[in-house]
């Protein structure tokens, strides 16, 4: 302790406290107006002042979730509680404006083709892994009349055709796939072909048309639709024509088609469960003029 009153900090804080010592008894002799000891003060004890404040801030802090913890517990769950039936709502807001859409849509094929049957607005529930030409299953199936081999189509137009059904659901093979092959012609110059895809056009979501007559004009912008079938109906559209090339053995031509609907990105769709061969596609195809579901 000896050692401490003679060492070089007791001596400074002496020295601290006897400037502070002669501040205050200048102020008091100055009647307590010094602006230099007032400064003085502030100087020194403004650090003071703010630890303290901040202190006495946590503590205040601190005992106010202490005694109100059930309170703010009780208003956060009815916060949550009310944020969430706001998200119920949005979600009940969407699905009806969506169902809306769909009946609509639905309204518009059937009346624009009066002699089709369609099956209820049917959704997208899985799109199959790996898969790279986008197959995907629907939510309706046999239960809704649906068959294999019933065209899938959206307001713009083919997107492929059901390959497997179950009660509830179907899965479709769309026109990226090599396995569909679906008669079509060219709007404008009624050049006939057939659609058929790939590997490397479904990278770039094409699809191709070929065994266009060589002679054809047909070019680029053209429309693209079904030439009907027993599978497809007549004047479906499929896509607009990107470019047109010459095939390597020069006999015929081929084109690569836009589709019009890309199934890698569409949430809904309808299934064509019925519809009546027009009679002009019944005789190109030398079939009766009947339902082609029959």
Do not use: W
Request: aromatic share 10%; charged share 25%; hydrophobic share 35%.
């Amino acid at each position: 302790m000896r050692e401490f009153f003679h060492s070089i900090k007791f001596k400074i804080i002496v020295a601290l406290m006897a400037v502070l010592l002669g501040a205050m008894i200048y102020s008091v002799t100055t009647g307590g107006y010094s602006s230099g000891s007032n400064y003085l003060f502030e100087v020194i004890f403004k650090p003071v002042k703010k630890l303290s404040s901040d202190i006495s801030d946590r503590v205040s802090t601190s005992l106010d979730m202490v005694i109100n913890a059930e309170k703010y517990y009780n208003e956060n769950q009815q916060l949550k509680e009310q944020l969430k039936g706001y998200y119920n709502n949005m979600v009940d807001y969407d699905r009806v404006l969506r169902e809306n859409e769909e009946l609509r849509t639905m309204l518009a094929l059937s009346e624009e083709y009066d002699d089709y049957e369609f099956s209820p607005p049917c959704t997208v529930i899985a799109r199959t892994t790996n898969d790279p030409y986008a197959s995907f299953t629907l939510d309706k199936g046999a239960d809704n009349g649906i068959t294999p081999g019933d065209p899938v189509v959206t307001q713009n137009g083919i997107v492929g055709v059901c390959y497997e059904v179950s009660p509830k659901t179907c899965k479709v093979r769309t026109l990226f796939s090599p396995k569909t092959a679906v008669g079509v012609y060219s709007v404008r110059t009624k050049s006939e072909g057939i659609i058929s895809g790939g590997y490397d056009l479904a990278k770039n979501g094409r699809i191709r048309m070929s065994y266009i007559s060589k002679d054809s004009d047909i070019s680029e912008g053209d429309l693209i639709v079904t030439s009907g079938s027993a599978y497809y109906p007549a004047g479906q559209l499929i896509g607009t024509v990107e470019t047109v090339e010459m095939e390597a053995s020069g006999l015929s031509k081929f084109a690569v088609i836009i589709p019009a609907e890309d199934p890698r990105t569409i949430t809904g769709a309808f299934v064509i469960t019925n519809y009546t061969l027009d009679e002009i596609t019944a005789i190109k195809n030398g079939e009766e003029a009947e339902d082609a579901s029959e």
